[in-house]
C-alpha cells in the first residue's frame, strides 16, 4: 500500500491550493480516505474525510465552508481543495487510508496506511 501526497506549498492568506492523494497497491475504491493535519508542537487532527464511493464526506469545524474533498476513483487519487487559507492551516498535510471510517471527527488511530505527508505554509 502506498500513499503518496503532493500540491502543498508556501500560500499567503487568502490564498488557495489543492493537495492530491495518489494510491496504489490497493484496490482504491474499497478505502475511504481521510486528510489530517500536524502543525508544530500540536496533535495530528481529522481534517477532512470522504468515504469509498466519494458519496459522503465530512468536515472539521475549522476548514468547514473553505475545503472540499473529492476522489477520482479512475484515477486512485483523492483531492482536497483549500480556499481562503488561513495562517492557521499551516501544518504538514497527511492522506491516510481504512476500509471504512467509524467514527467523526477521524481517528488518527484507526488509520492503517499513511503518506509522508506534504507541507502547507500559509503566511500572513
Known amino acids: 500500500v502506498q500513499l503518496v501526497e503532493s500540491g502543498g506549498g508556501l500560500v499567503q492568506a487568502g490564498g488557495s491550493l489543492r493537495l492530491s492523494c495518489a494510491g496504489s497497491?490497493?484496490?482504491?475504491?474499497?478505502?475511504?480516505i481521510g486528510w489530517f493535519r500536524q502543525a508544530p508542537g500540536k496533535e495530528r487532527e481529522g481534517v477532512s474525510c470522504?468515504?469509498?464511493?466519494?458519496?459522503?464526506?465530512y468536515y472539521a469545524e475549522a476548514v468547514k465552508g473553505r475545503f472540499t474533498i473529492s476522489r477520482d476513483n479512475a484515477k486512485n487519487t483523492v483531492y482536497l481543495r483549500m480556499n481562503s487559507l488561513k495562517p492557521e492551516d499551516t501544518a504538514v498535510y497527511y492522506c491516510?487510508?481504512?476500509?471504512?471510517?467509524?467514527?467523526?471527527?477521524?481517528?488518527?488511530?484507526?488509520?492503517?496506511?499513511w503518506g509522508k505527508g506534504t507541507l502547507v505554509t500559509v503566511s500572513s
Open positions: 491516510a487510508a481504512v476500509r471504512r471510517i467509524n467514527s467523526y471527527p477521524p481517528n488518527p488511530n484507526a488509520m492503517p496506511y
Open positions: 470522504i468515504n469509498s464511493s466519494g458519496g459522503s464526506s
Open positions: 497497491g490497493f484496490t482504491f475504491d474499497d478505502y475511504a
